[in-house]
Every structure is written in structure tokens, then in C-alpha cells.
């Protein structure tokens, strides 16, 4: 008698769990689709100074990249304005219904939704400071190092055993996909060019997103006097 009440609570309960992963799945498939169109915008932002077309390219992009999306909506979309006292922001929020039955509710679809707000890459036009012939022959070269963004406390040389066997982070253009093949694991394949993908230039034979698990920490370059401004200490194996 037991079994027959609680067994079937039981399946439902795991099935629901089940749908809820799906859910989130798709809800994170959205969200790329967003920020890889925001990164578009955003690049070409310094030249285009309207965008009439956006919406319409998002919410056709969402429904073709994602099939459980059944209805997508660009609820809002403000194109470089001023808040707060910063300059050339972007925002939007999207949102939709994904065609995901919930068992323990009985649901035919789920309601979904997503913001985003970032800056756009306008640039700015600065003057060089002049400097005289004496200060010129003063101005030492400056000092490249290698820090770990996301881990570390620590800037390195470049031939830092530890910088050697890091994923770097690069875009992808023509020269590096013929040097790399996208990753299989994470689905680089479907990235465009110009986006930021991952890869290790001493082993590695593929590029990554970095989403994908065998990028767990990447470097980056950076000029000496700036690691230490942002707190880096030197590396005691290399420096």
C-alpha cells in the first residue's frame, strides 16, 4: 500500500528534477545567444549609432539557435544612454516561454527571462602627452608580465613553467583556426569569428569556450607597473 502511494510521488519528483535541468540548460542557451549578439553590438558600437534591426535579429537568433524556446520576446532594449554617471551603456531584457512540461505541476511550458546591461566599446580619442628629446631618452621600455585573472596572487615571466602549461585567451580569427580545431567537448565549433575562445599554445591542438572544463584558469599579459598596481606580487620561481 506504501509503495503504491509514494512510488509514483517518487518518479514524478525525479522526472520534475530532470525537466528542472533542462530548464536551466536552456535558460543558459539563451543567455549565450544574448551575450554573443551584446558582444556583436557592442564591438561596432563606436561607429553605428542606432540600431533598428537589433530586436529583430535577437529574437529571430533565439528561436532558430534554440528549439525549446517557443516564444521570445525583446521586452526592452535602450541603446547607449547615461545612468549613474557612466556613459554609452547598452541594456535589454529578453524574455520567453520554453516549450518544457513540468510533471509535478502539470505545466505545459515554463516562462523564462533575462537582463542584460553592459558598456559599449566606443572608445575615446586621447592626445598624446608631448614629451621632450631629455624625457624621451629617460622612458624606460615598459616590462611585460603574465598573471592568472581568475586564480593567483602572483605575476610570472613568460617562461614561467607555470605560464607554459596555462590556457591563454585569444580571438578567434582565420590565422587561429587554422593553427587550432574547435574543441568537441564545449561546442567551439559554433562560435563566430571575433569571439574570445581559449587556447594552450605549447600542448594543446584546440581552442575552447570558456565555459569548457579544461580551461579552469587562463593568462593574460599585462604591463609590470600595472600587475602591481592591482596587487600582484612577483613570482618567487621565475622573477
Not at 535541468?21 to 543567455?31: D, F, G, N, P
Not at 554573443?36 to 537568433?61: C, I, Q, T, W
Not at 511550458?109 to 628629446?133: H, K, N, Q, W, Y
Request: with cysteine; hydrophobic share 40%; net charge negative.
Amino acid at each position: 500500500m506504501e509503495a503504491s502511494i509514494f512510488l509514483p510521488l517518487f518518479v514524478i519528483a525525479v522526472l520534475t528534477f530532470g525537466y528542472l535541468i533542462k530548464v536551466a540548460v536552456a535558460q543558459e542557451s539563451v543567455m549565450h545567444t544574448m551575450t554573443d549578439e551584446a558582444r556583436r553590438l557592442g564591438m561596432h558600437s563606436y561607429s553605428v549609432k542606432a540600431a533598428p534591426l537589433f530586436e529583430a535579429g535577437l529574437r529571430s537568433r533565439i528561436l532558430d539557435e534554440n528549439k525549446d524556446v517557443d516564444e521570445a520576446r525583446v521586452d526592452s532594449f535602450v541603446y547607449l544612454f547615461s545612468h549613474s554617471g557612466k556613459d554609452d551603456l547598452i541594456g535589454m531584457r529578453v524574455s520567453g516561454n520554453l516549450r518544457i512540461r513540468l510533471p509535478i505541476v502539470f505545466r505545459e511550458s515554463v516562462d523564462i527571462s533575462d537582463t542584460l546591461l553592459f558598456r559599449a566599446f566606443t572608445g575615446r580619442e586621447l592626445a598624446p602627452e608631448e614629451l621632450s628629446f631629455d624625457d624621451m631618452e629617460e622612458d624606460e621600455e615598459s616590462r611585460m608580465v603574465w598573471v592568472f585573472p581568475t586564480a593567483g596572487e602572483r605575476y610570472h615571466e613568460e617562461s614561467c613553467g607555470y605560464i607554459k602549461v596555462a590556457a591563454r585567451q585569444a580571438v578567434l580569427n582565420r590565422s587561429l583556426a587554422k593553427s587550432y580545431k574547435p574543441c568537441a567537448l564545449c561546442g567551439a565549433g559554433e562560435l563566430s569569428a571575433g569571439a574570445v575562445v581559449y587556447c594552450f599554445p605549447g600542448s594543446g591542438e584546440a581552442y575552447h569556450k570558456g565555459s569548457c572544463f579544461i580551461v579552469d584558469r587562463y593568462v593574460m599579459s599585462m604591463e609590470e607597473e600595472d600587475a602591481v598596481k592591482k596587487g600582484y606580487t612577483p613570482c618567487s620561481k621565475c622573477i
